[in-house]
Structure formats: structure tokens, C-alpha cells
């Protein structure tokens, strides 16, 4: 008997679809927030506090968004910051963020990006992140390696903790980002810098494109970080939540590996996945 290869776990052929279809969705919903952006973009609703706010604009991309896979694929689950919520029976779920940076899209910076996962079986295979303002599309496939618009990318090699450019995030509840400042204040001293980019979605994509050597936040869901984690990995860096734990709402870290065990360790000793 000859010895057989590993069979690969997920045909090429799904793949390529998936991502086909997430690289479609993603520039639809994405050239429609920055062509019909409206002057007087206001507040529709609240969620978890005052200012963590949705606008008309996310719900009419989510719904782009939703609209167009369950045209392509409509056995599949979906999983969508504003509400989508599909079982689905074809093991295949997508995990939607219709605008990742929110609050960036009301003032009219630039930093904000549609963010589209695809998982199967629980475990992302593709990822897409588009930042219309900025013309970047990131994207990876399981296996396959991350690339910025056609580029292949790589992750800095690990400086030190202390030449370290980090960027973070803060949650939208006022206890939460009091003892989320109190984590910074220590940690600044310790690194060369922080950044608040103010979409999780490109953090991660900045860590896989060598703009930022790590990036950590307590408080993220899964459309937040589902793309952005697999663009990172393919990009060569290390995600992870607490020591020995997946990235997950407590936490998400993500560096190249040398800093990601160092920046991992700090943030265990200074508690940052509690409130
Ligand atoms: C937020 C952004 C922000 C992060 C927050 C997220 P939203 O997502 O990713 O950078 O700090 O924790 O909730 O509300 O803009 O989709
Ligand atoms: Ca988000």
C-alpha cells in the first residue's frame, strides 16, 4: 500500500468560491457606504451605551450584504453585527461586519473597512477586509497566505517589547474603558508607542502589513476580529486570547512571535482581559 497524502481539508474549489463571493460582497457594500455617504449622516440607533452608535448606513450595508449570500448561497449561516442571524445547514457561516469603525464612517475619517469571514465547520477559511477611503483590500484564504490588494504580505520581524508600536482599542461602556486606560498607562511607558486606529478589523490587517508590530483589545465580538485574524495568521503573526487560550470576546493579541509571547505575558500580568 503506497502512503496517500493528507487529503486537504477543505476543497480549492469551495475556497475560491467563498472568497470569490466575500471579495464581491465586500466591494458592493463598500463602494456603496463611500459613494452615498450622506452629508448629514446621523445617528439611527444606540446599543450597549450613548456612544456606540449604528448608523442608517450600516444597517442598508448589512442588508446589501446578507441580500447578496443568501442569493449565492442561501443554505449558508450568517452572523451579523446588526442583527443577522441565520443557522444555516451547509456548515458554511459568514461573519459580517458591515462597517468596522463606525464611529471613524460618522466624523468622516478614513479608517473604517466592511469586514466579511467565512468559517466552516467553526473554522475561518476566508477572510476579507476592504477600506473603500483607503482603496486597501485585504484579504486570505486558509492555507494560502494574506496579500493587500495583489500583494503578498509578511509580518515585521519581533522587536523588542520596548520598540514596539502597539495599537488598541477601547470599548463603548465607560467601566470598561476606565480600567481599559488604566491597562494603557502602564503599558505606555513599556513600549515605543500606542495607536488607536478605531477599527479592530484594519488593527489586525496593520499587524499582517507591517504597520504595526502587535495589537491587542479586550471587548471585541467575532465580526470585529473573524477576517482580521486569519489575515494576520496567513500574514505570519501569532493570534491568541489569555496564555494557552484562542482569541475570543476576553481578548485578542496579535504580533509576530518573540513580541507576542512577551506582550502576551504583560497583559496577563496586568489583567487587561477583565473590566
Ligand atoms: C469597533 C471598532 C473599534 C474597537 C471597538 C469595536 P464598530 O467596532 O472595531 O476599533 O475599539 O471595540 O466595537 O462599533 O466600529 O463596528
Ligand atoms: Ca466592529
Request: aromatic share 6%; hydrophobic share 40%.
Amino acid at each position: 500500500m503506497t502512503d496517500q497524502p493528507e487529503p486537504a481539508p477543505y476543497p480549492d474549489a469551495l475556497k475560491a468560491e467563498l472568497l470569490e463571493i466575500a471579495l464581491d460582497a465586500a466591494a458592493r457594500a463598500g463602494a456603496f457606504l463611500r459613494d452615498g455617504r450622506p452629508e448629514d449622516l446621523g445617528v439611527a440607533a444606540t446599543k450597549s451605551s450613548a456612544v456606540d452608535v449604528v448608523t442608517e448606513m450600516d444597517i442598508a450595508s448589512e442588508k446589501m450584504i446578507t441580500g447578496l449570500l443568501a442569493d449565492r448561497r442561501p443554505d449558508d449561516g450568517v452572523l451579523g453585527e446588526e442583527g443577522a442571524s441565520v443557522e444555516g445547514s451547509s456548515g458554511v457561516q459568514w461573519v459580517i461586519d458591515p462597517i468596522d469603525g463606525t464611529v471613524n464612517y460618522l466624523y468622516g475619517l478614513p479608517s473604517w473597512a466592511v469586514s466579511i469571514a467565512a468559517r466552516v465547520h467553526g473554522e475561518t477559511v476566508v477572510g476579507v477586509v476592504y477600506a473603500p477611503v483607503r482603496g486597501e483590500t485585504w484579504r486570505a484564504v486558509l492555507g494560502d497566505g494574506a496579500f493587500l490588494n495583489d500583494r503578498p504580505l509578511h509580518v515585521r520581524p519581533a522587536p523588542a517589547l520596548g520598540l514596539a508600536l502597539v495599537g488598541t482599542g477601547f470599548g463603548y461602556l465607560a467601566e470598561r474603558r476606565a480600567r481599559q486606560a488604566e491597562v494603557v498607562r502602564e503599558l505606555i511607558p513599556q513600549v515605543r508607542d500606542i495607536r488607536r486606529g478605531g477599527s479592530a478589523a484594519i488593527d489586525l490587517c496593520d499587524v499582517a502589513t507591517g504597520r504595526l508590530d502587535a495589537y491587542y483589545e479586550r471587548g471585541l465580538n467575532p465580526w470585529d476580529y473573524a477576517a482580521g485574524d486569519l489575515i494576520a495568521r496567513e500574514a505570519g503573526a501569532l493570534t491568541g486570547g489569555r496564555p494557552g487560550e484562542r482569541l475570543s470576546p476576553d481578548l485578542t493579541v496579535a504580533a509576530p512571535s518573540g513580541l507576542f509571547e512577551l506582550l502576551q505575558g504583560r497583559l496577563e500580568e496586568l489583567g487587561a482581559w477583565h473590566d
